[in-house]
């Protein structure tokens, strides 16, 4: 056995025991080395019974762009966890994961007040890129309550090419409520990011 695989052994070894956060330490070191017996490691924290350790799996996976560890990934969209749910929607919009699009669809649809992080989940439907999110997308960004939940949705649409974005942004700025980061931060970054996407 190399120095190496040595290495990733007492890794793996010590990933069963760790708690949070040395667990999050070792599993960067082992997304660092790669290799198959690596990501299977990883990939074991994704049905650990603590939330911390579920999350960090997602995002490691996410990290080391393993595009087959979304499939493993995909349950944690119906995790009893806000925290979970939300980092495993921001871990498979980075692996674009196409088949997590109706999952997260279903999100957006049924989420309560405990879902508290949209901006990773109308951000995965924005990077997968999926014209599905389209309209579930429009619905928030038109009718949500919160505004920082309309902004979240605005700014996927972005990613999505749809124009109406813009002039959901551009009420969103008339708004006497809208907070003002993103009134003199986050909305003039988005429609700028429009304006440079239309003229590429």
Same mark, same amino acid.
């Given at each position: #056995?190399?120095?190496?695989?040595?290495?990733?052994?007492?890794?793996? *070894?010590?990933?069963?025991?760790?708690?949070? !956060?040395?667990?999050?330490?070792?599993? /960067? %070191?082992?997304? #660092?080395?790669? +290799?198959?017996? @690596? $990501? @299977?490691?990883?990939?074991?924290?994704?049905?650990?019974?603590?939330?911390?350790? =579920? @999350?960090?799996?997602?995002?490691?996976?996410?990290?080391?762009?393993?595009?087959?560890?979304?499939?493993?990934?995909?349950?944690?969209?119906?995790? !009893?966890?806000?925290?979970?749910?939300?980092? /495993? @929607?921001?871990?498979?919009?980075?692996?674009?994961?196409?088949?997590?699009?109706? !999952?997260? $669809?279903?999100?957006?649809?049924?989420? +309560? !007040?405990?879902?508290?992080?949209?901006?990773?989940?109308?951000? /995965?439907?924005?990077?997968?890129?999926? =014209?599905?999110?389209?309209?579930?997308?429009?619905? #928030?960004?038109?009718?949500? %309550?919160?505004?920082?939940?309309?902004?979240?949705?605005?700014?996927?649409? $972005?990613?999505?090419? *749809?124009?109406? /974005?813009?002039?959901? #942004?551009?009420?969103?700025?008339?708004?006497?409520?809208?907070?003002?980061?993103?009134?003199?931060?986050?909305?003039?970054?988005?429609?700028?990011?429009?304006?440079? =996407?239309?003229?590429?």
């Amino acid at each position: #056995m190399s120095g190496e695989e040595e290495r990733v052994s007492s890794l793996i *070894e010590q990933l069963a025991t760790a708690e949070h !956060p040395e667990r999050a330490h070792i599993a /960067a %070191q082992l997304r #660092m080395l790669g +290799g198959e017996r @690596a $990501i @299977a490691a990883i990939e074991s924290l994704l049905t650990h019974p603590e939330v911390s350790a =579920r @999350a960090c799996g997602a995002l490691n996976l996410a990290v080391l762009e393993h595009r087959p560890s979304a499939t493993h990934i995909l349950p944690l969209l119906s995790d !009893p966890s806000p925290y979970v749910r939300s980092m /495993a @929607a921001l871990a498979l919009g980075e692996l674009q994961c196409v088949d997590a699009v109706e !999952p997260l $669809i279903a999100l957006l649809a049924g989420g +309560g !007040p405990e879902e508290e992080r949209w901006l990773y989940i109308c951000g /995965a439907l924005g990077e997968i890129g999926d =014209r599905r999110a389209v309209e579930p997308l429009l619905q #928030m960004a038109r009718h949500a %309550q919160d505004l920082k939940q309309r902004f979240d949705a605005a700014n996927a649409l $972005i990613e999505l090419g *749809e124009p109406e /974005a813009c002039d959901i #942004m551009q009420e969103l700025l008339e708004h006497p409520e809208l907070p003002e980061q993103l009134r003199t931060c986050c909305i003039p970054a988005a429609l700028k990011r429009w304006e440079t =996407r239309r003229g590429s």
